[in-house]
């Protein structure tokens, strides 16, 4: 099963036969003073440098929120995606806990784009599946619902089950809609990452959808993160995930490699030449921070 996604002139695929793909996280102030200042201060040119970043570590596609306490999102994210799109060809997925900030990134957004979520809340579904299905767009799916995030891979697939059905409902092919199966931090509950793993295995047995992860949140509050993250990552991905939000320039190497051994690159040529890049890319950052 594929869900393709198109930016102004690229096209990406996502699907277990194809290689990992990385989407850019850090367009999200979330936890990023100087992103948050830079959105309040109107600066785009810091917000495009993050992206120009971003694409050259490997991103395929970049996550965008403006979320910034008392903002004008409604304005500003249709101005940031404009200016995205004439900056880097790649899809956008728009990320907004807000249905008019998503409608509004989805009207300002080239080709077709993702949406950055879904869950199975009554509300929630009411109010965005309508909007990818008109605007004919692909979605995330969280699998949590009205009572909260299951404890249990099982009801998490449950709650896949449902998002699809009433996708499905509205004319959205099932291709459109990426699952994801929610990633918690191991440093509050040591069986958090085996539970979302479980959840991966079934939804790749029980409806091969395309399966998305915030891999990141698997280490939170935990010491050398990026180990924590590399190696969990590499598991999702052995187990039938299909793409990450994610940081490129941190997990980018382990992606590639991942690829590699999975046999989904012929010659070992992506990893080479993403080897090579980043080589480069590190170099030039080293001699600006000097």
């Known amino acids: 099963m594929h869900t393709i996604l198109k930016g102004k002139s690229k096209e990406v695929t996502i699907g277990i036969d194809r290689p990992f793909v990385m989407i850019g996280e850090k367009i999200n102030p979330t936890g990023r003073k100087k992103l948050a200042a830079a959105l309040a201060e109107g600066n785009l040119d810091y917000v495009r440098m993050l992206a120009e970043s971003q694409v050259a570590w490997g991103a395929e596609v970049l996550d965008i ?73 692909a979605v995330i799916g969280l699998t949590m619902d009205d009572n909260g995030i299951p404890k249990t891979s099982e009801e998490r697939l449950a709650v896949a089950a449902k998002i699809l059905e009433r996708a499905g409902q509205l004319g959205i092919p099932t291709e459109d809609v990426i699952i994801d199966p929610l990633v918690l931090t191991v440093g509050s509950d040591s069986k958090a990452a085996l539970v979302t793993l479980q959840t991966v295995k079934l939804l790749r047995k029980e409806f091969g959808v395309n399966i998305n992860l915030g891999a990141s949140n698997v280490s939170f509050g935990l010491p050398e993160r990026p180990t924590i993250n590399a190696a969990f990552l590499t ?24 690829d590699l051994l999975m046999s989904r690159d012929d010659n070992s040529m992506r990893y080479l030449k993403y080897f090579r890049a980043a080589e480069t890319l590190r170099a030039k950052e080293a001699e600006q921070a000097g």
């Open 235 to 258: 598991l999702a991905i052995q187990n039938g995930a299909t793409c990450a939000i994610t940081d490129a320039a941190r997990l980018g190497q382990t992606v590639k490699a991942v």
């Open 65 to 137: 929120n403006v979320g910034v306490p008392g903002l004008d999102e409604l304005a500003v994210v249709k101005k940031l995606v404009e200016m995205l799109a004439s900056a880097v060809d790649v899809p956008f997925c728009l990320d907004s806990a807000n249905p008019d900030v998503l409608a509004a990134g989805l009207a300002a957004a080239p080709g077709k784009p993702l949406v950055n979520s879904v869950s199975g809340e009554q509300k929630k579904l009411e109010m965005v599946l309508p909007l990818v299905k008109d605007r004919g767009a």
